[in-house]
């Protein structure tokens, strides 16, 4: 039998390297081995230079009603503005807000829901644009030709390999699904239109 | 640049930002970049990323216009911002946790306020742009040095200090070996930092080869791919004679591979905050009584973590989101000493009219990706 390894015992296998042979091979091996030369120790420094000149900020000026989360007791004084609710997705994430607390799952996954319908409501209005959604421009993915997309993923031993192909599944899928169900509803609008006309055709020959 | 859904992204024209508070600045961005948190941006991953929002919270630039109670900063003065939005001070801002500001985000209780990352991080727009918004100028923003260098600065940013905030989160001593979980920006500034901690041993894992290499040359680290065994963790115990790692730093986050079961379901299907992979092989391959430091980025929702293994082992587990500023003074010295080069993981320097290109790369790690900047286009 071999050596017992050292979790078995109360000694510890000595280092590989010495503290003079790692300060001479790394630059600045050991600089911060004082903890009180390591600017987050400790934590929490009460009293700490931060610039501020307010015991409370001024507030930025709300405009049109802001979310919160419940768990805030008021509104803060600075928030972020740069994309206000607005129309279905606008209304899940109100409730989301106004209704779940952040300790509680369906608080996130409306926010998720609601992340997917904007993207659906925007992409649907852009159509009205000079300047549609173009799925091909915007996932980048002409970069695969001119960044080595073949040589830098096959033969490299890469384990993200094994899921990477459901990415482009998992964006061109619901633009294939939306384009077929649009081609069904012209479909089923156009046999409707030309039954009716069909029937009116029939009801004038009765006559 | 605009997110527009989930992986599709592009340029568009949007009004110059407005001082909205008397402490705001707006700065003309010189030079931002893509972090690997934005990733779980693009891929859809955060709860309450709106459609029209600009991404980007690493930036440096110059101050274009002041709000009337700005004192520290003027018209023109070339500027570093961290990617925390914060007061300075609330409760947890005067005890210097920046990152915990409690009077920026709206949205949330559970994190502060972050440039360019969702409206749960407070619907800032982020710096992926040609201007941006810059609350509590006289709290966040530093000037830049003369001395050092754009793509340096922008590095102090976000990647740099939160690797060196999470070697801090190690309590590392002397001749501890330190096994860091992914060799991206923050994995690699995080086996930097704990060799100046006085780490005997560091370990870094990951899967993709071209990192591993950066990690040897760069980080001075011993490194497995854990692609290569059957058992990453067996491996670690096997490599620190059973013992395993006396501090296990998770450098990785929500979009960690290595079990295609908690990747899809975390990162594809949205069902968990993240995938726990590297958190788990963290938890089982530190020893018992070790220190897991957390800097990897994870969404709100619950993720399957091990914790009855964390709590059977002992385990201290430490993480926040990096208080940046913090750590600039010491950061600082270090550069100047020649201790750390940042700009030395820098692999692409990308037009921002090009950024789509530029996510899609690093998203895929194509090209020997390990860190793209997004230039300014000359007006």
């Known amino acids: ?207 | 640049m605009v997110y527009r859904g989930p992986y599709k992204i592009r340029v568009e024209e949007k009004d110059i930002p407005k001082i909205e508070h008397p402490n705001d600045a707006i700065v003309r961005v010189s030079t931002g970049a893509i972090c690997g948190s934005d990733l779980h941006l693009y891929h859809g991953m955060m709860p309450d990323t709106r459609v029209g929002t600009t991404f980007g919270h690493e930036f440096v630039g110059v101050v274009h216009e002041v709000g009337p109670s700005v004192q520290n900063l003027a018209v023109g003065d070339r500027v570093m911002v961290p990617f925390n939005v914060y007061c300075g001070s609330c409760w947890f801002c005067s005890r210097g946790l920046f990152s915990n500001c409690h009077n920026v985000n709206p949205n949330a209780t559970a994190v502060g306020g972050i440039y360019g990352y969702s409206h749960t991080c407070g619907g800032y727009d982020g710096g992926q742009a040609e201007f941006v918004r810059v609350p509590f100028a006289d709290v966040g923003p530093s000037k830049i040095p003369d001395w050092m260098d754009e793509e340096d600065a922008v590095l102090l940013t976000d990647a740099l200090p939160t690797g060196y905030f999470g070697a801090q989160l190690g309590d590392i001593a002397e001749g501890d070996t330190v096994v860091v979980f992914g060799a991206g920006p923050v994995g690699l500034f995080a086996a930097k930092s704990s060799w100046l901690m006085g780490a005997g041993r560091v370990i870094v894992i990951d899967h993709l080869e071209y990192r591993l290499e950066k990690a040897r040359t760069f980080a001075h680290a011993e490194t497995y791919n854990f692609g290569e065994y059957d058992d990453i963790v067996v491996h670690l115990k096997r490599a620190t004679d059973f013992l395993g790692a006396d501090v296990v730093i998770d450098a990785v986050g929500a979009e960690a591979d290595g079990n295609f079961l908690q990747h899809v379901t975390g990162t594809k299907l949205k069902l968990q905050g993240g995938s726990p992979v590297a958190l788990n092989w963290a938890i089982d391959s530190v020893r018992k009584g070790g220190t897991v430091s957390v800097v990897g980025a994870y969404g709100p929702l619950f993720s399957a973590v091990k914790f009855g293994d964390a709590v059977n082992k002992g385990l201290t587990l430490r993480m926040n989101q990096c208080p940046v500023k913090r750590q600039w003074p010491r950061l600082f010295e270090h550069i100047r000493n020649g201790y750390l080069k940042p700009s030395d993981i820098v692999t692409h320097r990308i037009p921002l009219e090009h950024i789509a290109e530029g996510y899609h790369l690093f998203s895929a790690k194509l090209d020997g990706c390990i860190k793209p900047l997004i230039v300014s286009t000359p007006a």
């Open chain 1, 1 to 207: 039998m071999g050596e017992i390894a050292t979790p078995y015992t109360a000694g510890k296998t000595p280092g590989r390297e010495s503290a003079d042979a790692l300060r001479a091979r790394i630059p600045g091996w050991g600089a911060d081995l004082n903890p009180a030369d390591r600017p987050s120790f400790p934590r929490e420094q009460p009293g700490i230079q931060t610039g501020a000149h307010w015991d409370f900020p001024e507030r930025q000026p709300e405009g049109s009603p802001r979310e919160r989360s419940i768990e805030h007791a008021m509104l803060t004084p600075v928030f972020g503005t740069s994309a206000p609710l607005k129309g279905p997705s606008g209304a899940i994430r109100k409730f989301a807000y106004a209704r779940y607390s952040e300790g509680r799952a369906a608080h996130w996954l409306l926010l998720i829901a609601a992340d997917r319908v904007d993207a659906w409501e925007h992409h649907l209005r852009s159509f009205a644009t000079p300047r549609p959604d173009n799925p091909v421009t915007e996932t980048g993915v002409l970069g695969e030709f001119r960044r080595h997309g073949i040589g830098s993923r096959f033969g490299r031993n890469r384990v993200d390999v094994n899921h990477q192909w459901m990415d482009p599944v998992l964006v061109v899928g619901p633009w294939v699904a939306a384009g077929l169900g649009a081609a069904a509803a012209v479909r089923a609008l156009a046999r409707r239109t030309s039954g009716k006309a069909a029937g009116r055709t029939t009801a004038a020959v009765r006559k």
